[in-house]
Nanobody
Framework: QVQLVESGGGLVQAGGSLRLSCAAS????????MGWFRQAPGKEREFVAA????????DYADSIKGRFTISRDNAKNTGYLQMNSLKPEDTAVYYC????????????????WGQGTQVTVSS
């Protein structure tokens, strides 16, 4: 099993920045892909970004490309999501997720999930 704990959420003004962290514990050597998802009130959970074990491959949702950067530090078993130029529409609960095996951005393919961290962007 893998446990994931997010941190770094909060309230920020539009145009500001936040860095989310995702600390992994347990069978961390089984993690191949780490992803970030978000869910806004009244909306379905959606993909934000993903990164593979080596960090060489990343993918981003079109809505956040150029503003968000995903990274990971395997020595610390921690993943990050740097969020810049935040907009009110980025307001959501952000979830970290992980999976072994092949690349994928679909929610159903991820086996492990954190509890989420709230990000609120004021206008």
């Amino acid at each position: 099993q893998v446990q994931l704990v997010e941190s770094g959420g909060g309230l920020v003004q539009a145009g500001g920045s936040l860095r989310l962290s995702c600390a992994a514990s347990g069978r961390t050597n089984s993690i191949y892909l780490m992803g970030w998802f978000r869910q806004a009130p009244g909306k379905e959970r959606e993909f934000v970004a993903a990164i593979d074990w080596s960090g060489a491959s990343t993918d981003y949702a079109d809505s956040i490309k150029g503003r968000f950067t995903i990274s990971r530090d395997n020595a610390k078993n921690t993943g990050y999501l740097q969020m810049n130029s935040l907009k009110p529409e980025d307001t959501a609960v952000y979830y970290c997720a992980a999976k072994p095996g092949a690349w994928g951005t679909e929610i159903r393919r991820y086996d492990y999930w954190g509890q989420g961290t709230q990000v609120t962007v004021s206008s």
